[in-house]
């Protein structure tokens, strides 16, 4: 008698060879087969890496050495005021490397007798960013240079010419004009400006301003020679006597048209401007008695009291504070104190700007120049 059929062994029969593959893996295929041309032509386009970074990158790093400057100018005008020594890294250059890899592979093996299936798919993207900064500290015979040798009169001169506000600049970077002496917050020589430094700088702001002053470089002796002029345009009667007013506190003669530009503490001609610049070191210890240092700190005897400001303005306004500030132009932290720039105080934010154009004037080309910044834009 022939036995009954079992269920199981007719469930084992052999089934068509179309149902030996797995759901999906036509569909699997076809999407591998449209993705790995398109994946492809994108690493090879270079769409996500070149000229899409270097707007990034130029703009980024340019924004961060400008913020890294201004922390560090800051810092160290806390630190002179501490009487610490103030440290310069110089940034040398800047080199950022990109790279983008692509990989892609496919294995699929199908095997219809025992039911055996194997697909496997592989894809992977690596991409590198690879900044390298160089820094040199400013050290030996170009820091004795840079700090302390005196900006050029000729440099000063020039950036009243073109628009710097006269008195601004004046009582900053002079010592004296013509003998007619400027504060100084030094602690080892602190001084009162003289009364007619003050009258002599309001004078020539407004001359400034009235277009009737002028300058320019002649030759005398085989030597270039910065001469200052008055008299551009003609003057309203109210200019004529702040120009007489200009000749008596220099001391020159009444009816002089044309200063000759010189360096010194006072007048060796009868028709000379004779400037005494400050060095950096001393515009830097100026700014820093301008610092509103914390009372503890006075009382402990880390820093000395700031003196009167006589009424006139600080060049720079520096708070200080135990809470980490908001809205600032620049902040550090020094000895568990906070020091900053108001963003809002734009008379501080230029002076900061303005230390870093003096700092160009006084350099010295001793193998230290600006930043230069390279980016890798290929794949």
Not at 142 to 164: C, E, H, R, Y
Not at 289 to 307: F, M, N, Q, S
């Amino acid at each position: 008698m022939t036995p009954p059929q079992d269920d199981r062994c007719t469930a084992d029969a052999e089934p068509p060879r179309h149902q030996g593959r797995r759901p999906g893996t036509r569909q699997a295929a076809t999407c591998l087969l449209v993705a790995a041309p398109v994946l492809l032509a994108w690493v090879a386009s270079g769409c996500g890496i070149g000229p899409p970074l270097l707007n990034r990158d130029r703009l980024g790093y340019q924004e961060a050495l400008s913020e890294s400057w201004k922390r560090q100018m800051l810092m160290n005008l806390v630190k002179i005021r501490y009487a610490d020594a103030p440290v310069f890294l110089e940034v040398t250059s800047v080199i950022n490397q990109h790279s983008l890899e692509a990989q892609l592979s496919a294995l699929g093996v199908l095997n219809n007798p025992p039911w055996s299936h194997r697909q496997e798919y592989r894809g992977g993207i690596t991409a590198y960013d690879r900044p390298t900064v160089t820094y040199v500290p400013m050290a030996g015979e170009t820091f004795a240079k840079s700090l302390m040798t005196p900006i050029p009169t000729t440099a000063i001169i020039s950036m009243v010419q073109s628009g710097w506000p006269v008195d601004f600049i004046l009582r900053l970077t002079c010592d004296s004009v013509n003998g007619v002496r400027n504060r100084t917050r030094t602690a080892l020589n602190r001084r009162r400006a003289d009364p007619e430094f003050e009258e002599l700088l309001a004078a020539m702001r407004r001359v400034q301003q009235s277009d009737t002053i002028g300058f320019r470089i002649g030759r005398e002796n085989d030597h270039d020679v910065a001469k200052v002029f008055f008299g551009r345009h003609k003057p309203t009667p109210d200019i004529e006597r702040d120009l007489v007013r200009i000749r008596e506190i220099l001391g020159v003669e009444p009816g002089a048209r044309e200063l000759r530009l010189a360096f010194g503490a006072a007048a060796a001609g009868q028709n000379e401007l004779d400037i005494l610049s400050r060095s950096m070191l001393q515009i830097l210890v100026e700014l820093g008695g301008c610092i509103d240092v914390p009372k503890d700190h006075v009382e402990r005897g880390l820093v000395v009291p700031a003196g009167d400001d006589e009424g006139s303005p600080p060049l720079i306004r520096i708070h200080s504070g135990r809470q980490a500030p908001s809205d600032t132009a620049a902040a550090v932290r020094y000895k568990g104190y906070w020091f900053w720039v108001a963003d809002g105080d734009f008379a501080s934010k230029r002076m900061l700007s303005l230390l870093m154009i003096f700092f160009s004037l006084t350099e010295t080309g001793g193998g230290i120049g600006a930043p230069v910044i390279t980016v890798g834009a290929g794949g």
